[in-house]
């Protein structure tokens, strides 16, 4: 008969949960404030009071900046960059990455010396701007994917989760008859699942965040990404992007309200998805960092 001791709580763990829960607390009210202004009635919305549930639930500044063409643009922009983005990110990523794990590569020193090098160096903001500028991708939605379809610290990872792999898998495949494109789609990829699944995530919320690259390349108002937009309304209250939001309803619906709802439907998209990858997320990530 096995007897479990339980760890008596000391003043010391009283003191550090509750601590780290206030702290979780402090971290929580600003989400559940934005919530609960955007899911206001505007006609019972008190600026300047804070509301930690809404006195009267409504959908009116959903409705509101859902009809508008500046918000259903920005969505399409950042829809289209997230896709299409994250799509190529996990096939150059995956393909390149499974070429580096082949010693007999030709070039394979330079090649990797090159990752790596970029990995520590950076060309900087101009030399980026004037190439993207030369390739004539600027004011276009492929200046926010192509020059970021891979990095280094993605494909070192990745490398080191194929390395993880047993060889024997690719050595028996090649027995049975695939060719190299064989191994790395019928052996390699539905063993990286969880690699891909992290790597997904992490490409899907870097092009859905995209703000910095998109406020340098993209000048067409009619392109801006979704990032853009809410920095926009939130912080410049007398752009161009509140007037075509329809400023002539303004009396009806609130700003402070349109911005806290526009800030949710930002976020709602990553915040939906993330828990069907969390278990695969760990998991990915965790596999390739030590070889053994």
């Not at 609960?36 to 549930?53: G, H, I, N």
């Not at 969505?75 to 896709?83: D, G, M, Q, Y």
């Not at 609130?254 to 069907?276: G, K, N």
Request: proline share 4%.
């Amino acid at each position: 008969m096995s007897f479990v001791h339980k760890k008596r709580m000391t003043l010391f763990d009283w003191v550090n949960y509750s601590l780290i829960a206030l702290f979780s607390l402090a971290c929580l009210f600003p989400f559940l404030y934005v919530f609960s202004v955007s899911f206001t009635d505007p006609k019972v919305y008190v600026p300047l009071k804070f509301y930690l549930f809404p006195e009267k639930w409504s959908l009116e500044s959903y409705r509101y900046i859902l009809s508008t063409n500046s918000f259903l643009n920005a969505l399409k922009s950042t829809a289209f960059i997230t896709v299409v983005g994250t799509v190529l990110n996990i096939a150059v990523s995956f393909t390149m990455a499974y070429g580096l794990t082949k010693r007999t590569l030709p070039g394979y020193r330079f090649i990797m010396g090159g990752v790596v090098f970029t990995l520590v160096f950076s060309a900087g903001i101009v030399p980026n701007y004037l190439l993207v500028k030369e390739l004539g991708l600027l004011n276009s939605y492929w200046s926010l994917i192509w020059p970021s379809l891979t990095n280094a610290w993605s494909l070192i990872v990745i490398k080191s989760f194929m390395d993880s792999l047993p060889a024997e898998l690719e050595d028996a495949a090649k027995i049975d008859g695939c060719s190299d494109i064989g191994v790395f789609a019928r052996v390699i990829l539905p063993l990286s699942l969880p690699a891909i699944a992290a790597f997904t995530l992490f490409f899907a919320v870097g092009h859905w965040n995209t703000y910095f690259n998109a406020l340098v390349y993209i000048a067409d108002s009619k392109k801006w990404t979704l990032q853009i937009l809410v920095k926009t309304l939130v912080i410049d209250s007398n752009s161009v992007a509140v007037a075509q939001a329809g400023a002539s309803d303004e009396a009806v619906v609130p700003q402070e309200t349109i911005r806290m709802a526009s800030i949710v439907l930002a976020m709602a998209p990553i915040l939906l998805v993330y828990p069907f990858l969390q278990k695969h997320f760990a998991k990915g990530v965790m596999l390739g960092s030590v070889k053994g």
